[in-house]
């Protein structure tokens, strides 16, 4: 996740074998770029997301009724990071709360158009401080007392620090204690997740981009390979990490190639050079690269088979500016200290000591979600739509929520580069986004 002032603004095997998902994966000889990522992201003692507060969240919502422009908008929150001293501020603590607002409006519309059916269940994914469940829940309260009645919101957590965060922050004194709780397990695990046939909503907000992808290459036009990383394990500066290519063997890599090739096949303009570059030596011919959302595939796998009535809602960055790593979505490595980034040209960074995002690509999303579905014990029908933030707002949010005295809109008009998934059963999940239901 990233934070507004740099990134908004820049131009199958078994079902048992789908099913054993790993959180941890112990530092060895080789591993798969994926695994490499994951331990240095939410390693439990020295992951990025384990060292301290990573994601801040003002002391207060932002009174944007009394900025006057967007320079005045820009300057308060370039001035919440300086004081703040935190990494990113996402747009759900930014826009507090009318983002969270604007997916409680959502939801319920949905919830009644399905028929109500029971409780109103939502599993949030990652909730950062907590801010999205209780602006959620605080506008269920308000303004759908019939449905937060008999609602339940439990966040899936993976970080002990974020996971106490949230509890206390939605604890007695938020009022929602009976209707709120918070799992501490990864996301990803079949194996840790109970069962719930019915139906539901997942929520997803800027979680994405912090799942592990893997890698995959090729040159002159070859079969493409999977990368795996060698060395590097626990800090060892005898001997760093560096890529090795293999064949594609990994059940998740092949899938998610697959689906990608499927679903953005390579465009035709360029066809001289490639022509040109399979009469190269396979040695001199430029390397193709990709990055796959590989452990996104094991999450959707996992709702599949585990909440197979769910509705997930998720939203992330579409693109990112001046990536420096060569691939079709490639991350963005960044370290944040006071308010200040610098950037890496790799993403064989020591353990913990960046973030690693990526860009979504929603086409795909939607092409590895189906493909997730179609594999589950018991498949059911899916649909899934995506639309740009602006456009979600602008039908689900208060109108004038976050405007300023010159008429800018940040939620309607910042974070250009971000779309909103939503994907799963048909009953909650249509009509497609765009519409109003």
């Not at 994601?55 to 308060?76: H, K, Q």
């Not at 709780?181 to 109970?194: F, G, H, I, N, S």
């Not at 353990?351 to 979504?360: L, M, N, Q, S, Y």
Request: hydrophobic share 40%; glycine share 8%; with cysteine.
């Amino acid at each position: 996740m990233r934070g507004i002032a740099s990134l908004s603004h820049a131009p199958a095997l078994s079902i048992a074998a789908r099913r054993a998902l790993s959180t941890t994966v112990e530092p060895g000889p080789r591993r798969l770029v994926r695994d490499f990522i994951h331990d240095s992201l939410y390693h439990p003692t020295e992951g990025y997301f384990s060292k301290g507060p990573s994601v801040g969240t003002p002391p207060a919502p932002i009174d944007f009724a009394s900025l006057g422009n967007e320079l005045a908008y820009f300057n308060r929150v370039q001035a919440l990071y300086t004081s703040l001293q935190v990494s990113w501020l996402t747009p759900v603590e930014i826009f507090q709360p009318h983002y969270g607002a604007a997916v409680a409006e959502c939801v319920a519309a949905r919830w009644r158009r399905a028929g109500a059916p029971g409780g109103l269940r939502i599993f949030e994914i990652g909730g950062g401080t907590g801010t999205l469940a209780q602006n959620v829940l605080d506008h269920l309260r308000a303004n759908h007392p019939s449905i937060y009645a008999d609602c339940r919101y439990s966040i899936v957590e993976i970080s002990a620090a974020l996971a106490a965060t949230q509890a206390a922050r939605l604890g007695a004194d938020s009022g929602h204690a009976r209707r709120f709780d918070v799992q501490r397990r990864d996301a990803t695990r079949a194996d840790d997740w109970p069962a719930h046939p019915g139906p539901c909503f997942v929520l997803a907000m800027e979680v994405l981009d912090n799942l592990a992808h893997d890698l995959v290459t090729r040159r002159g036009g070859a079969t493409w390979r999977q990368v795996s990383v060698e060395g590097g394990a626990d800090g060892d500066a005898a001997s760093p990490p560096r890529e090795v290519e293999g064949e594609v063997a990994d059940e998740h890599v092949a899938r998610a190639l697959a689906a990608w090739l499927h679903a953005a096949p390579p465009p035709r303009r360029g066809l001289v050079r490639r022509a040109a570059a399979r009469l190269l030596p396979a040695a001199l011919a430029p390397r193709e690269a990709a990055f796959l959302p590989t452990a996104a595939l094991r999450l959707l796998d996992t709702l599949h088979a585990m909440l197979p009535g769910h509705a997930l809602l998720a939203a992330d960055f579409d693109s990112l500016p001046e990536v420096s790593i060569r691939g079709v979505n490639a991350p963005l490595v960044a370290t944040t200290e006071k308010g200040s980034t610098r950037d890496h040209g790799t993403y064989l960074v020591p353990r913990g000591t960046a973030d690693i995002f990526f860009p979504t690509d929603f086409r795909l999303l939607a092409e590895l979600h189906a493909e997730a579905g179609c594999g589950a014990a018991r498949p059911r029908p899916t649909c899934s739509s995506s639309v740009k933030t602006a456009e979600f707002m602008g039908i689900w949010a208060a109108p004038g929520a976050t405007r300023t005295r010159s008429g800018y809109e940040p939620l309607l008009s910042d974070y250009s580069n971000t779309s909103v998934f939503l994907g799963g059963c048909p009953e909650l999940c249509d009509p497609p986004l765009g519409e109003r239901v």
